[in-house]
């Protein structure tokens, strides 16, 4: 009976999409010329021009969509010659963008969707007002919405602090003991309890270079992750009392650097690492953590669980997420959320309509757009067409690759069939960077590991146990003055602090209380008050707008 | 020197621009495509420097911008490590004008010394290589070098009997390991126009001298030196030209915060201030101050060249 | 020629042999490296720090097929063989005549005209403006936008002057009474005579327009068939670009494909300057044979 009823349902779906697409009104086909990244793919061009998915959503509204795929690297220059020699595409992907999207509308250059969201994207409009966070990340302070945003349905942390679970088994014997008596290490103790395992460990393993634990360049991941153990959100975040805060500037600091220094004295830490400034923090020197030298680094996703591991060289990993450790001696109870557990909307993910589009044409388009923020639109622009969908040109495209195909009607289960052309090196429709609702990727079966766990589902669990709220959101909008006096304050103070926080570390600066006020005192000098009042101002516009 | 033997023609005639028009009737043709294209394509567009003088916003291009006067200038020369980076650009600068620049001139001269045909091919084709591997790779491999534990550090700390340390992350030796390794990746590319120049020599002169008993090392000094000395004198003023114009991306490979004292540069500055966040009009103000202060270097240049050596780029040969 | 040999000359040449050894094995050394790292296993090359001497592993020439099977990879060759071409041809020719001019004593233009041309060495209009006048002359997305603006430049015309001005002016003077045009003294007389000089200017001609990528990036926004190798390279190694894992967030990149994908790093590489390399000692040929032209008696 049930499926006699999702099948009916699914037939009127079906018919539903099929009389949009016969409507009269769109009669004449439109083209629009649109600027779009490029995807991880040999030929992003044919991707998009080639994809059925797109096809498909082209023939419902009568519409053709023309790409220019920037080269790789030089997006945000394009993004700034389109902006600066007035040759606007009508549809333009924000991703790269600087300027400030309402100096840009004022200007003429984009369209302001605000009065065209209720009567043109009743979808878009809905789903934003069910979602406060993500609407008051696009709205900005004047009221105004300019895009159609990229919005992930559930984001997953795509990294955090992970460490090496089987150096702890091996050194003990199988019988790990943190001090704190918890299965997993939490506070400062149980990892000074670990790195002095691992220490040991590479020291018996006759290593000359390895790091029990890597730390980014500039002496502090500015994301908050460590912080966070100390009662600091990383770079910027809000405190207990609602305030914005400046995460090198606090009190609390100073115990991070005591800790660090003692780590770095006892080689707890990565020797060289003040020299890796070219390592994105997140991806620090491979040659250790892949060579099996480390211990605790910024890890991602996909080196959870044993997939670094080298079977046939002997070198078994289990790595596991981490939470930082908790500085317990100084009161500090739980973790301090990190940025990266954050939001899901921004202001540079989605398309603005630029003005080289008339009304016409903006509100065709617009109508089109709409459609990826239904339930079907969502499902089919995460997972491809449905069998009846693309029934017509399905086994073509599927014998091309160029789409999944496959997806049973109806539903937006992830099927092996789809997982089979998957393997054919193709995507979904525009991944993360088009306009419309990311389907969850928690529904689809995707492939587990020998753990028996997503590692996605599993390594977001850890990084953001220590919860959402305190995250300074950042996709908060500024007036483009603010915006201007928070960068130059912003790259003054850094230019001073994260020299002096290495050297602290590091022992070449003698790290004194006094010391540590003087480092305060400078970073007030260079403007730390201006540049606070300035986020508290446009954080406090930001939570007023989410809570009406 | 070869060429002194043919002083240059008196002018005898009255210069007049109508009498030179119909003397080079010819050159005043030639020129006309070369003034043309450098009218198109380098002056029409530098009216884009006007933006140093604004607050510009790419959009509303630069008729629209708002203008701001000297802001921009002051906000670089007030910036707390405006001096820090000014000196650093120079010292940085001058050591490869100073070190690199001579070396390249060695180096041509040390290939020309090598009778044996195949081994200075060899050398010569194996010495440019390193100019075409990216800097992404020299750079990760001067990293791997510097490290703790790495190479160069074993053989610096074995001669100086210091204690092993990263090389990279001490601000004093920041400047050794940049002219190193600048050397390493551009000593052979460099000295490609010497090595022409001095294959223009006269073997004749070497002959006659090497039959009056000169030594090959006299004979160095006094032919082939002086016979390339207008190509070592034009490439040195070219160079002090461009003193202030430190290419950023080999620095930002390299540098760190902790080296930031002495290897913070004005273009890598201006990279982490300026286009990261799209200040047009500060990084070009950044950009005329350098062009500015290149420009009067490279008269002053060109100035005691010519008064020194004879040989000169802007005012061609002095007369006699 | 005669050589006497002494013994410090013994000393010198063991000296400048021992040297030019060592400099030379250093010189090998990061291609060798690049060579090494493109044929390792991917999974070792990510664990391995310092020179890679040999091959990491099982020696593999996956990263070459991911190269190698890029179509655009060939489309790119073609381009930018025309671009050099054309660029470096015209270009010399140009720099040439700009050189001549600039060097001329009894010309009144010559002064003034080098103090035009090296004003561009030192100031210069910024990508905007640039852009806006390459536009204005109908060259965006066409082949003119990379070889036209990049013919000519101050640096080699200074560089012609020079040469020009070592010349002993006999020739010319010899020319212009056998009733020789300006052209043809510049051709037929001078420019022979400059031949290092010349072959200099065309080579720096050809590797700038090899490694050149950014005014494609900037002019041939919407003609990806005409964009020359290089630019498809970098966006091969972007794309590849182990740190890219952040931006594709869904979670879903396979780490096996990332893995290449720094392999692809030194396979780029390795596809995108071997043939130059081995086109450099065509060149050098004609070093030598400058020897002969500059042996003229005073």
Same mark, same amino acid.
């Given at each position: 009976m049930k499926k006699i009823i999702s099948v009916f349902l699914a037939v009127i779906l079906l018919l539903g999409t099929l009389q949009t697409a016969a409507l009269a009104e769109y009669d004449k086909k439109l083209t629009y010329t649109v600027f779009q990244q490029g995807d991880d793919v040999p030929d992003p061009e044919n991707q998009y021009r080639n994809s059925a998915m797109i096809h498909y959503w082209q023939d419902m509204f009568n519409i053709e969509l023309d790409w220019q795929i920037p080269p790789q690297g030089s997006e945000s220059e394009q993004m700034n010659l389109m902006l600066g020699t007035g040759d606007y595409t009508d549809i333009m992907d924000m991703g790269f963008n600087t300027e400030n999207l309402g100096t840009l509308c004022d200007d003429g250059t984009i369209w302001d969707l605000t009065p065209y969201l209720d009567e043109y994207m009743p979808n878009y409009s809905a789903w934003l007002d069910a979602n406060p966070d993500v609407k008051s990340a696009l709205f900005d302070d004047s009221g105004r919405i300019y895009l159609a945003g990229s919005i992930q349905e559930h984001p997953k942390q795509w990294g955090g602090l992970v460490y090496r679970r089987d150096i702890l088994e091996t050194m003990t014997g199988g019988n790990v003991a943190f001090p704190s008596r918890n299965a997993e290490p939490t506070t400062i103790a149980d990892w000074e309890y670990m790195l002095d395992l691992m220490t040991q460990y590479f020291k018996a393993a006759g290593m000359n270079d390895y790091a029990g634990l890597i730390i980014p360049a500039i002496g502090y991941f500015s994301t908050g992750e460590l912080i966070s153990g100390f009662g600091i959100g990383g770079a910027d975040f809000v405190n207990a009392e609602g305030q914005v805060a400046y995460g090198i500037a606090e009190d609390n600091f %100073?115990?991070?650097?005591?800790? #660090?220094?003692?780590?770095?004295?006892?080689?707890?830490?990565?020797?060289?690492?003040?020299?890796?400034?070219?390592?994105?923090? %997140? &991806?620090?020197?491979?040659?250790?953590?892949?060579?099996?030298?480390?211990?605790?680094?910024?890890?991602?996703? +996909? +080196?959870?669980?044993?997939? #670094?591991?080298?079977?046939?060289?002997?070198? #078994?990993?289990?790595?596991?997420? &981490?939470?930082?450790?908790?500085?317990?001696?100084?009161?500090?109870?739980?973790?301090?959320?990190? %940025?990266? @557990?954050?939001?899901?909307? /921004?202001?540079?993910?989605?398309?603005?309509?630029?003005?080289?589009?008339?009304?016409?044409?903006?509100?065709?388009?617009?109508? @089109?757009?709409?459609?990826? %923020?239904?339930?079907?639109?969502?499902?089919?622009? /995460? #997972?491809?067409? /449905?069998?009846? +969908?693309g029934a017509a040109e399905l086994a073509e495209y599927t014998d091309k690759g160029i789409t999944h195909g496959a997806r049973k009607n109806g539903t937006i289960e992830w099927t092996d069939e789809m997982d089979a052309a998957k393997d054919l090196g193709t995507y979904e429709f525009g991944q993360n960077r088009l306009p419309g609702i990311v389907v969850d990727y928690k529904t689809r079966t995707c492939e587990l590991n020998e753990q028996g766990v997503d590692p996605n589902v599993w390594g977001d669990e850890v990084w953001t146990s220590c919860g959402r709220e305190g995250v300074f959101p950042y996709t908060i909008s500024y007036t483009a003055e603010e915006q201007e006096t928070i960068n130059r304050i912003n790259t003054n103070m850094q230019d001073y602090a994260h020299p002096m926080i290495v050297n602290f570390i590091m022992g070449r600066t003698e790290l004194t209380e006094d010391a540590f006020k003087a480092y305060q005192q400078k970073l007030h000098d260079l403007g730390l008050d201006e540049y606070l009042s300035l986020r508290q101002a446009a954080y406090d516009r930001y939570t007023a707008r989410a809570a009406d | 020197m070869q060429a002194k033997a043919f002083p240059s023609p008196k002018k005898t005639c009255d210069t007049s621009l109508r009498h030179d028009l119909a003397m080079n009737k010819g050159l005043y043709l030639l020129a006309i495509p070369i003034i043309a294209f450098f009218l198109v394509f380098n002056y029409a567009p530098m009216g884009g420097l006007l933006i140093a003088f604004q607050d510009f916003k790419p959009q509303r291009g630069i008729l629209g911008s708002n203008w701001v006067g000297v802001k921009n200038f002051v906000d670089f020369f007030t910036n707390p490590s405006f001096w820090t980076i000014l000196r650093n650009t120079l010292v940085i600068s001058l050591l490869g004008l100073v070190i690199a620049f001579p070396m390249s001139i060695v180096f041509a001269l040390q290939l020309n010394e090598i009778n044996w045909k195949p081994f200075k091919k060899t050398i010569q084709t194996v010495s440019y290589m390193p100019y075409f591997i990216s800097l992404v790779v020299i750079c990760g491999l001067v990293t791997e070098f510097c490290a703790s534990n790495g190479v160069v550090t074993g053989i610096f700390c074995a001669i100086t009997g210091k204690p092993a340390e990263n090389l990279l992350t001490n601000p004093n030796y920041f400047w050794a390991i940049n002219l190193l390794s600048d050397l390493w990746q551009n000593l052979g590319y460099s000295s490609i126009i010497f090595v022409a120049a001095i294959t223009s020599v006269s073997a004749e002169l070497h002959e006659a001298a090497a039959i009056d008993g000169a030594t090959r090392l006299r004979r160095v000094w006094s032919i082939t030196i002086p016979s390339i000395m207008p190509t070592i004198v034009t490439m040195l003023i070219l160079r002090c030209g461009s003193l202030l114009s430190v290419g950023f991306e080999k620095i930002l490979l390299l540098y760190s915060p902790s080296t930031y004292s002495t290897a913070d540069v004005i273009s890598t500055h201006v990279q982490r201030l300026g286009i990261e966040k799209a200040q047009y009009g500060y990084s070009t103000a950044v950009g005329l101050f350098n062009s500015v202060i290149n420009t009067i270097l490279l008269i002053t240049a060109n100035h005691f060249s010519r008064k020194y050596t004879d040989t000169a780029v802007l005012q061609g040969r002095k007369k006699r | 020629m005669i050589e006497r040999t002494t013994k410090s000359r013994v000393v010198f040449c063991v000296f400048n042999y021992g040297l030019l050894i060592v400099f030379g094995f250093l010189c090998v050394i990061p291609l060798w490296h690049v060579l090494m790292a493109s044929v390792s296993d991917p999974r070792l090359l990510m664990g391995s720090a310092g020179i890679i001497f040999a091959p990491l592993g099982r020696a593999t020439l996956d990263g070459y097929g991911i190269v190698l099977s890029n179509s655009a990879v060939l489309l790119g060759y073609g381009n930018t063989l025309l671009y050099v071409v054309a660029n470096a041809a015209a270009g010399t020719l140009l720099t040439a005549i700009a050189g001549f001019l600039v060097s001329r004593k009894n010309f009144r233009l010559a002064k003034p005209l080098t103090a035009f041309i090296m004003f561009t060495m030192i100031f210069n209009g910024g990508l905007i403006p640039t852009y806006m006048v390459i536009r204005g002359l109908g060259f965006i997305n066409t082949r003119w936008a990379i070889i036209v603006p990049a013919l000519m430049n101050a640096y080699y015309v200074i560089v012609m002057k020079s040469a020009f001005e070592q010349l002993p002016a006999a020739y010319e003077e010899s020319a212009k009474l056998d009733g020789a045009g300006s052209a043809r003294i510049l051709f037929q007389i001078l420019l022979p005579l400059i031949k290092p000089t010349v072959v200099v200017v065309f080579m720096f001609a050809v590797i700038g327009q090899w490694n050149s990528w950014y005014p494609a990036s900037i002019y041939l926004p919407r003609a990806r068939e005409k964009w020359p190798l290089q630019l498809i390279m970098r966006s091969l190694l972007i794309q590849n670009d182990v740190s890219k894992l952040l931006t594709t967030s869904s979670g879903d990149a396979n780490h096996v494909i990332n893995m290449t994908g720094n392999l692809v790093k030194y396979c780029v590489t390795v596809v995108g300057t071997l043939p130059i390399l081995i086109a450099y000692p065509f060149a050098q040929r004609y070093f030598v044979t400058g020897i002969t032209l500059g042996g003229v008696k005073g």
């Open positions: %100073y115990n991070y650097l005591v800790k #660090m220094k003692e780590w770095y004295e006892k080689g707890y830490i990565y020797g060289d690492f003040a020299s890796r400034s070219q390592d994105l923090f %997140y &991806l620090p020197n491979t040659a250790l953590t892949y060579g099996g030298a480390a211990g605790i680094w910024f890890g991602l996703v +996909q +080196q959870l669980g044993d997939t #670094m591991s080298l079977p046939e060289y002997g070198l #078994m990993m289990e790595v596991e997420p &981490l939470v930082a450790p908790i500085d317990t001696d100084h009161g500090i109870e739980a973790p301090a959320p990190v %940025y990266l @557990a954050a939001n899901r909307g /921004s202001n540079n993910a989605g398309w603005a309509i630029s003005t080289a589009c008339d009304e016409e044409k903006l509100i065709r388009i617009l109508t @089109a757009i709409d459609w990826l %923020y239904t339930a079907e639109g969502a499902a089919t622009r /995460s #997972m491809g067409l /449905s069998e009846e +969908q | - | -």
